[in-house]
């Protein structure tokens, strides 16, 4: 799988971060009843690769990658229990070579211009530009589009249901990440039907 193949399966990709384990299965399969499969369970809590491997096991539907992948052992650890995806808040060429080499597919961060080139030079054109509305935006977005005429992005961070769509109207924004689709309260009360509606409603986002 290319980490672009992930925008296929809908305009968001939630960023979710798990506390407890036993909130990962019905929050995945919570997301997936909304139509959203493409999951990025965030390496922020000590139960992180715990709840991924919770999802990967009970919920087959889901595409299960990890986000905050900050290093070389992140990626490790989490190709060794079966992560489809990383997405790093940033880049490094020692990230971006070892994922290659792990065969682990990397959606790369980037927010300057040399960065892009970076990620670019070392075989990645599919990015996420992250914090994206604290870095500029729509507007940095469409100031990119055409020296990086090959590059799409998924913005992440500042993202919300008002603006993506003005964001997924992009042409080289082919997706979006965005933590609103699982709500830290909605999570710890296990609202899981407000998840599935807020993922079903995250569908009308493209427009
Ligand atoms: C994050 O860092 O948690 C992600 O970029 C999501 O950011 P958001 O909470 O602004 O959607």
């Known amino acids: 799988m290319k980490t672009i193949e992930l925008a296929q399966y809908g305009p968001v990709i939630p960023v979710i971060v798990l506390d407890r384990l036993e909130d990962a299965v019905p929050l995945a399969r919570a997301l997936v009843a909304g139509g959203v499969r493409v999951l990025e369970v965030t390496l922020r809590t000590p139960?992180?690769?715990?709840?991924?491997?919770?999802?990967?096991?009970?919920?087959?539907?889901?595409?299960?990658?990890?986000?905050?992948?900050?290093?070389?052992?992140?990626?490790?650890?989490?190709?060794?229990?079966?992560?489809?995806?990383?997405?790093?808040?940033?880049?490094?060429?020692?990230?971006?070579?070892?994922?290659?080499?792990?065969?682990?597919?990397?959606?790369?961060?980037?927010?300057?211009?040399?960065?892009?080139?970076?990620?670019?030079?070392?075989?990645?054109?599919?990015?996420?530009?992250?914090?994206?509305?604290?870095?500029?935006?729509?507007?940095?977005?469409?100031?990119f589009a055409s020296p990086f005429h090959d590059v799409s992005f998924c913005p992440t961070g500042g993202l919300t249901p008002e603006n993506a769509p003005q964001f997924l109207a992009l042409p080289n924004v082919k997706v979006c990440g965005g933590s609103w689709l699982t709500p830290a309260d909605a999570v710890n009360h296990g609202d899981w039907a407000r998840i599935t509606e807020l993922a079903q409603a995250s569908h009308a986002l493209r427009r």
């Open 47 to 143: 139960v992180a690769l715990a709840c991924m491997e919770a999802m990967i096991r009970e919920v087959p539907e889901a595409i299960v990658g990890a986000g905050t992948v900050r290093s070389v052992a992140d990626a490790e650890a989490v190709k060794k229990i079966g992560a489809r995806f990383a997405v790093s808040p940033g880049y490094t060429s020692a990230i971006g070579e070892a994922c290659l080499a792990l065969d682990l597919p990397l959606l790369p961060g980037v927010s300057t211009a040399s960065e892009v080139m970076t990620a670019n030079a070392d075989g990645y054109h599919f990015l996420k530009l992250f914090p994206a509305t604290a870095v500029g935006g729509l507007s940095l977005l469409k100031a």
